[in-house]
Antibody, heavy 119, light 110 residues
Framework: QVQLEQSGAEVRKPGASVKVSCKASGYTFSAYAIHWVRQAPGQRLEWMGWINAENGNTKFSQKYQGRVTITRDTSASTAYMELSSLRSEDTAVYFC????????????WGNGTTVIVSS | QSALTQPRSVSGSPGQSVTISCTGTSSDVGAYKYVSWYQQKPGKAPKLMIHDVDKRPSGVPDRFSGSKSGNTASLTISGLQAEDESDYYCCSYAGRYTWIFGAGTKLTVL
């Protein structure tokens, strides 16, 4: 079945960058898209961006444009999300989620990666 | 882009029905048949409950149903069970390969 395994928790200082990975299994990686969604403590889900795993095209929420990079390694069935210029407000759980490229919803989710930004 | 509007909380007794609304604009909910709903238990990842406004993935009980009218989508849970207590989020495609989530609704089963 579809599974997404995310990398472990990270702690960063303000101004630094963080890169979170999401390894997919149980399906044809290149036929799907990977979304990144974050959730600050006690807050709502927020869509950050996505990557078409087939062609590598990306799109981001305006809020994160310029600060977020999403890439994929098809040979490793893994997607990556890198967020730069971290501030305390970026402390959150970061989820990856997948769905078929032609299906505009998130079918399966990773367990989340906690990122703490603190001096 | 601010969040889609959802009630902060709803509640119901076991066996009753509850409906959670999700109001957007003519650029997102009103423009596309691509509204999905997610259930999220504390400390867990969200789980897809409804997609494309009213489609249920396999394994989701038929007590869960979705609909849409204009700029407002709705999730109805009939025959409430204790296990349905959770946070629920709507999500709409907003065009140009962008998505927007709702503010989230806490469902309490009394």
């Amino acid at each position: 079945q579809v599974q997404l395994e995310q990398s472990g928790a990270e702690v960063r200082k303000p101004g630094a960058s963080v890169k979170v990975s999401c390894k997919a299994s149980g399906y044809t990686f290149s036929a799907y898209a990977i979304h990144w969604v974050r959730q600050a403590p006690g807050q709502r889900l927020e869509w950050m961006g996505w990557i078409n795993a087939e062609n590598g095209n990306t799109k981001f929420s305006q809020k994160y444009q310029g600060r977020v990079t999403i890439t994929r390694d098809t040979s490793a069935s893994t997607a990556y999300m890198e967020l730069s210029s971290l501030r305390s407000e970026d402390t959150a759980v970061y989820f990856c989620a997948t769905g078929k490229i032609v299906a505009l919803y998130m079918y399966a989710w990773g367990n989340g990666t906690t990122v703490i930004v603190s001096s | 882009q601010s969040a889609l509007t959802q009630p902060r909380s709803v509640s119901g007794s076991p066996g009753q029905s509850v409906t959670i609304s999700c109001t957007g604009t003519s650029s997102d909910v009103g423009a596309y048949k691509y509204v999905s709903w997610y259930q999220q238990k504390p400390g867990k990842a969200p789980k897809l409950m409804i997609h494309d406004v009213d489609k249920r993935p396999s394994g989701v009980p038929d007590r869960f149903s979705g609909s849409k009218s204009g700029n407002t989508a709705s999730l109805t849970i009939s025959g409430l069970q204790a296990e349905d207590e959770s946070d629920y989020y709507c999500c709409s495609y907003a065009g140009r390969y962008t998505w927007i989530f709702g503010a989230g609704t806490k469902l309490t089963v009394l």
